[in-house]
């Protein structure tokens, strides 16, 4: 049964969520495992959903299971985040994101969506594009993120979840950033962090970890991005509309 199952009672008024799905270059991972740790955010809520794995997620020094997306609530910043550890099947994307969409909506959630796209890296950092739908759009317009420079698609959970949002008119945000297209990318996890969240959430949030220990963090994500390159088609990405013309 699909279903949001809150574990820890947190007050919350119109809060910003941010989505973590595995994708390119596992910016959205990234982000939102550092922004859990870095606000050591509380276990809000287990996600049952069709279209995700029939599995369960165990944590270092701790014996409760828990499923393999879950949300974490900060309540003093009014922010959730959805940690993802699997990929969605691309046939049930759909109904995932029905799934979240209702809740989403109860609770009044401004969901901001994070996606990589494949950019051969070089000196200049990565461009960070920011996209939206129903209302959000002139929040967007407030903040200094650049609009897209070329026409592009997003496909996965998180192009399903946009889709969702755009055919009903609900407010909802998309932060696009330039990844490497082979292995994690810890400098556009922390351009979608200090351009792009910190700014739509009004958050100030230290990255000095994502800097310091880029090589690391990539070691830590390479068996994941390994196992992400068998079900390419299920990441969350953005990708430039001519490859489809």
């Known amino acids: ?16 969520l941010v989505e973590g799905f595995p994708g390119i270059g ?10 859990i740790d870095a606000y050591e955010m509380d276990h ?29 609530a900060d309540e003093t910043r009014n922010l959730i985040a959805l ?7 691309p046939d049930a994307a759909v109904e995932f994101a029905g799934c979240l969409a209702g809740w989403f909506d109860e609770e009044r959630v401004l969901p901001v969506y994070l996606s990589g796209l494949p950019q051969e890296k070089d000196e200049a950092p990565p461009g960070l594009y920011g996209v939206s739908t129903g209302d959000a759009s002139s929040r967007l317009a407030e903040l200094d993120i650049d609009e897209p420079s070329e026409s592009g698609i997003v496909s996965g959970p998180t192009g399903a979840m946009l889709a969702d949002a755009l055919e009903r008119d609900a407010p909802a945000i998309g932060l696009v950033v ?9 400098e556009a ?8 969240i910190d700014a739509i959430a009004g958050t100030s949030t230290s990255v000095e970890g994502l800097v310091d220990q880029a090589t690391e963090i990539r070691e830590a ?5 390994k196992r992400m390159q068998q079900a390419t088609q299920e990441s969350s ?3 430039p509309l001519k490859m489809y013309q």
Request: charged share 25%; hydrophobic share 40%.
């Open 1 to 16: 049964m699909a279903r949001i199952s809150v574990v820890d009672d947190v007050t919350l008024e119109d809060p910003v």
């Open 26 to 35: 596992l910016v959205g991972k990234i982000a939102v495992d550092h922004l």
């Open 44 to 72: 809000y809520a287990n996600v049952h959903c069709e279209g995700l794995p029939r599995v369960t997620t165990y944590h270092e020094s701790a014996t409760t299971l828990t499923t393999p997306v879950r949300l974490y």
């Open 83 to 89: 940690q993802s550890d699997v990929p969605v099947n």
């Open 178 to 186: 330039e990844s490497d297209p082979q292995f994690p990318d810890p």
């Open 189 to 196: 996890a922390r351009v979608l962090i200090v351009d792009g």
């Open 221 to 225: 994500k390479r068996q994941f991005a």
């Open 237 to 239: 990405q953005a990708e």
